[in-house]
């Protein structure tokens, strides 16, 4: 996922390498509620034409591109920045790999939480 640029000890690169790792973006009801109304979508629509169904078949998932690219990734940026959803905004904590990572690399402050 592309962030902001932060003052701080991560700062992000906007490389978007977060944004191409295989596996699931997870939504919560939160995140369909603010990702429809900020694409200007019904919720249903936005489920149909935006999501698929996770591995763990309970929770929606972003859909992705063809070559694994995130759906909301163009040019290295995350189209959807101000209403994405909470897990990546949550990055890094919280996920189980952060390989590849440029703010991350060399870096100790990562706390890893699952
Ligand atoms: S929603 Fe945005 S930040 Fe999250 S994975 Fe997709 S492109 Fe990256
Ligand atoms: S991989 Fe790291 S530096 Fe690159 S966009 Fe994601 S958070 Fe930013």
Not at 4 to 28: A, D, I, N, S
Not at 36 to 58: C, Q, V
Request: net charge positive.
């Amino acid at each position: 996922m592309t962030r902001k640029l932060q003052k701080g000890p991560f700062q992000c690169r906007e490389c978007g390498t977060c944004c191409r790792w295989p596996g699931h973006v997870l939504l919560t009801d939160g995140d369909i509620a603010r990702l429809a109304a900020a694409s200007g979508l019904p919720e249903k629509l936005f489920i149909e034409r935006y999501t698929i169904l996770a591995g763990n078949r309970r929770q929606l998932s972003l859909a992705e591109q063809p070559d694994g690219r995130c759906i909301f990734l163009k040019e290295n940026r995350c189209t959807c920045y101000d209403a994405r959803p909470n897990q990546c905004r949550d990055f890094p904590n919280g996920w189980r790999d952060t390989k590849g990572c440029p703010a991350l690399e060399g870096s100790d402050k990562v706390q890893l939480k699952r």
